[in-house]
């Protein structure tokens, strides 16, 4: 039996709706502020904090609740004769019901609002009164999400009660919440990359049919904090995302905001496999699709540019299972839809990732994102490279940050003929890229060579310049093979490995 509940909220969704049943059951409701306000407008009847508190709110608002009379109510065990016989004595009636939603702070503090404005948003009694209910869960029944008022509104109406297990799982929401809104706030706070402890905030956008495989469970969370292409975007078609999906797109969206140029990617199994620039969307997806016209098939394509019809109509002569984009004319987007499994997703807003999380048994690896493409670039042969290769040579070493090491990309005439990585020796890809990027002039490699193999057969595909970070004891003897072939080489002092 629901005696006396506390209401007390910032987002007023179907507030009304409980606090009717609530009243309607008998229910004294109390209630706070703007929230007293509105239920009394809408002709519930409620009692303010302060007429049981006998204290007025004050400090624009902070101090309303934080009263015994309010939390020795909420906290009371009832089967203890002892607790029972206290908050008599001291005039307290025990409190039921505490509903409550907290001051917005996770959309505050994304808005352009000054540090102060923010701080205002840090909710106190909220937090307080709900914790204190979840503690006591067994006696008080608490509410902050309002998707579980219906299932509690039919559990009163059938039973006049709630079963202990929804009251518990009631009281983890409660503290679920509650470590995500502090970890929110204590990352604004502290302005720490590295703080003694990780708390990160992240809020369940979505469950997802499985993990990376059908015997895998996976969900989708997003940051309650920070703006993301990945957490932003919007889909215009197609079936919903997988787990693989959205890990693609990932890359994809990266690769292509790596260029101010039209660049059109393609990402198969988390790895590029076409990359070009173009004149125009359709050219630089020409272009990207005879890099691999076999990888491409079943991947993601992504763009930096708006989609139009005639590069639509290259799209769906194959089967693609996603098409990114900051924008698609109304003619695409028809032509895209015919397909109705396709993916079409509109994004527009660029990778702004601070930081990369990698889970390993029993721990996390954090780091800031690799957002340095080049510390300086230094010809070390005695040949130096043309100047029509240099486009190339930057391109080239755009694409290799997004292939996992050991990772070669040779390029032709901006494009990314031949992508290899992932195997356990820089020889082996660079047979594999070389192989499948006949013609092109530009290698560009992740890392240092430890030995002069690649040097050596990137001399037998005509390969005129090769760009890598350097730093291996062994550079000389790349260096030496350089000169021998009539290669030009460049260091760029910046390593690129993606493990």
């Not at 693989?244 to 393609?266: H, L, P, Q």
């Not at 930096?304 to 924008?327: G, S």
């Not at 310049?465 to 021998?484: E, R, T, W």
């Amino acid at each position: 039996m629901i005696k006396r509940a506390l209401i007390s909220v910032y987002k007023k969704d179907k507030i009304y709706e409980l606090a009717s049943f609530l009243n309607s059951m008998g229910t004294q409701i109390i209630s706070t502020g703007g929230t007293y306000k509105y239920l009394k407008e809408k002709g519930i009847p409620v009692v303010e904090v302060s007429e049981i508190t006998g204290f007025d709110e004050i400090l624009d608002g902070r101090v309303k609740t934080l009263h015994p009379k309010i939390h020795g109510g909420i906290l009371a065990i009832r089967d203890n004769i002892e607790h029972m016989e206290t908050i008599k004595e001291k005039g307290i009636e025990p409190i039921d019901m505490v509903v409550v939603n907290l001051y917005p702070f996770f959309e505050k503090v994304k808005d352009d609002i000054s540090f102060e404005e923010k701080v205002e948003f840090i909710d106190i009694g909220g937090p307080t009164m709900i914790r204190a209910a979840a503690k006591n869960f067994e006696d008080v029944l608490v509410l902050t999400d309002v998707s579980d008022y219906d299932d509690v509104i039919n559990q009163l109406k059938e039973k006049g009660d709630v079963d202990i297990k929804t009251r518990r799982k009631l009281a983890g929401k409660v503290f679920n919440l509650t470590s995500a809104y502090d970890s929110a706030v204590a990352n604004f706070l502290l302005e720490d990359d590295y703080p003694e402890y990780l708390s990160i905030s992240y809020k369940k956008e979505m469950d997802l049919r499985y993990g990376e495989n059908p015997h895998q469970s996976a969900a989708y969370y997003v940051s309650t904090t920070e703006k993301g292409s990945m957490k932003d975007f919007e889909k215009l078609n197609g079936k919903e995302l997988s787990y693989n999906n959205i890990k693609d797109m990932d890359v994809a969206w990266k690769v292509v905001n790596e260029f101010d140029e039209i660049c059109c990617c393609a990402v198969k199994h988390n790895t590029p496999c076409g990359v070009a620039i173009g004149d125009s969307a359709a050219d630089a997806y020409k272009k990207a699709f005879e890099c691999d016209s076999v990888s491409i098939f079943g991947g993601i394509v992504a763009f930096n540019r708006r989609v139009d019809a005639d590069t639509a109509k290259e799209l769906v002569k194959i089967f693609l299972e996603i098409v990114i984009a900051p924008d698609f004319d109304e003619d695409a987007l028809k032509i895209l839809c015919e397909k109705k499994n396709l993916r079409v997703i509109k994004c527009s807003v660029k990778p702004c990732q601070k930081f990369e999380v990698c889970s390993v048994d029993g721990g996390i690896l954090v780091q800031d994102t690799d957002k340095v493409l080049i510390d300086n670039i230094e010809c070390v042969t005695q040949i130096k490279p043309d100047e029509k290769y240099y486009e190339d040579m930057i391109f080239g070493m755009k694409v290799v940050k997004y292939v996992k090491s050991n990772a070669i990309v040779v390029v032709k005439d901006k494009m990314a003929v031949g992508i290899a990585g992932g195997q356990v020796n820089r020889i082996w890809a660079a047979k594999q890229a070389l192989e499948r990027g006949k013609g092109a002039s530009v290698l560009a490699s992740d890392a240092f060579f430890p030995f002069s193999d690649v040097v050596e057969e990137a001399s037998k595909y005509g390969i005129k310049v090769i760009i890598q970070p350097g730093g291996s004891i062994n550079d000389n003897l790349s260096i030496k093979a350089c000169d021998d072939k009539g290669i030009a080489m460049v260091f760029t002092k910046i390593r690129h490995f993606k493990h």
